[in-house]
């Protein structure tokens, strides 16, 4: 088997479901069985301290009283004030000051201990989506004091701060919300990320529920791995079905299609040419930052391609976990709007021209097919409403063929010069 394939991460779901009563058992963990251990033929990997400094505290059933220290790895410490002036470790509670709107403060003046976990929801006119996240998040809290909440609210209005003083009872995890201008959702995370203090930070989409204690495993991995940069995990429906968490880089078409549906279905993630869903994705702060964070530049849709990318190229392996699980609601069979396309379209081509990719026409013959396939049922079931809807995508994807075409050429034209 190809050494890139890259099976799942277990082993702590059980343990995590029937937490070890405190004090945590005297045997410790001691570092990964050759089994255990990670590596790629195409990524480096980073060098790794002794297993007994790697995590010292971490006990065979890890609890919150015991999650691994994250100190080994150089991490840059935050030094300055963050964006609404409050000084890192120091308020717990609501915070909702900003500089577009004038919002009631809430907090205290209780110095809060280190924070491992910050979790990064960008909101969009949808705050009972963020509400039921933020629920799910308190239900489901294993790292007790060591999570932190930031909502970038994206929305034209203050909607999540609004909706977040119908709570009857203050909401038990520090948490702040960031108005933030709408300009992409990459940017919006780089900015909840700009304001976190945790050692890992986990990007979440509004439309996420967690339905089990997720944190402590995935901690745990980045302490276990410190060559690790990314976890995805496994993406399910209501129902528990599974949806499709991670995709090939480049690679398109209908084989592309079909091998992502296959490989999702037994979590069968190749790291060196995959990537996760960035709806619920782990993500080590230090390596983040390190590799200058999302790409600002790509407004919706494929942001995390491009991370990855940087990523590997950073020398930081990924990594996927199918035991750890979070419901997507509405990750499956939407379907996709005209300006969604162009977004999608418009981040592939950059990408594309970003690391000189050439497969960028092949890509858009690709989808382009797709539509063909799809107009022609549309047809002959006599769905007119849906056959319309094909034609205006395919007059989409026309577009930007055609404009590909141009770039190519006018690069042939230049390089002839």
Not at 194 to 217: C, K, Q, R, Y
Not at 330 to 343: A, I, P, Y
Request: glycine share 8%; proline share 7%.
């Amino acid at each position: 088997m190809c050494r890139d394939l890259v099976m799942p991460v277990t082993g702590y779901g059980e343990a995590m479901r029937s937490p070890s009563p405190s004090p945590c058992p005297p045997k410790c963990w001691q570092g990964p069985t050759e089994t255990e251990r990670v590596a790629t033929r195409d990524t480096p990997v980073r060098t790794r301290v002794p297993a007994e400094a790697d995590a010292p505290h971490l006990s065979a059933d890890p609890c919150p009283q015991h999650v691994p220290s994250l100190s080994t790895e150089t991490t840059p410490g935050r030094t300055g004030p963050l964006h609404d002036g409050r000084q890192p470790g120091s308020t717990t509670g609501y915070d909702l000051t900003s500089e577009r709107g004038q919002h009631s403060v809430t907090s205290t003046n209780e110095v809060s201990p280190p924070t491992t976990l910050s979790v990064i929801i960008v909101s969009y006119l949808r705050p009972d989506l963020v509400l039921a996240c933020l629920e799910s998040i308190a239900a489901h809290n294993d790292l007790s004091t060591g999570v932190e909440i930031i909502v970038v609210d994206n929305s034209p209005q203050a909607t999540v701060a609004e909706a977040l003083r119908t709570l009857d009872t203050a909401f038990p995890i520090p948490l702040r919300v960031i108005p933030n201008d709408n300009r992409g959702f990459g940017e919006g995370n780089n900015v909840g990320a700009s304001a976190a203090t945790g050692d890992i930070l986990l990007f979440l989409n509004p439309d996420t529920e967690l339905t089990a204690p997720t944190f402590v495993p995935a901690v745990t991995h980045f302490a276990r791995d410190l060559s690790a940069g990314t976890l995805g995990v496994q993406l399910v429906g209501p129902d528990g079905s599974k949806r499709l968490s991670f995709y090939w880089k480049e690679w398109s078409g209908f084989t592309a299609a079909a091998l992502t549906k296959l490989t999702n279905r037994f979590g069968l993630y190749w790291q060196s040419r995959m990537f996760t869903s960035g709806a619920a994705l782990f993500v080590r702060a230090s390596s983040f930052r390190e590799v200058g964070m999302f790409d600002d530049r790509i407004f919706l849709y494929g942001e995390e391609r491009d991370l990855f990318r940087r990523i590997h190229q950073a020398g930081y392996t990924t990594h996927f976990s199918r035991s750890l699980r979070i419901i997507h609601h509405e990750g499956g069979g939407q379907t996709e709007s005209l300006s969604g396309l162009r977004h999608r379209l418009q981040s592939r081509a950059h990408y594309s021209d970003k690391f000189a990719r050439p497969n960028l026409n092949r890509f858009l013959r690709n989808q382009r097919r797709r539509e063909l396939v799809r107009l022609a049922l549309a047809h002959l079931r006599g769905v007119k409403s849906a056959a319309a809807e094909h034609k205006a995508r395919i007059a989409v994807i026309d577009e930007f063929i055609h404009d590909s075409r141009q770039r190519l050429r006018n690069v042939n034209g230049s390089g002839a010069a």
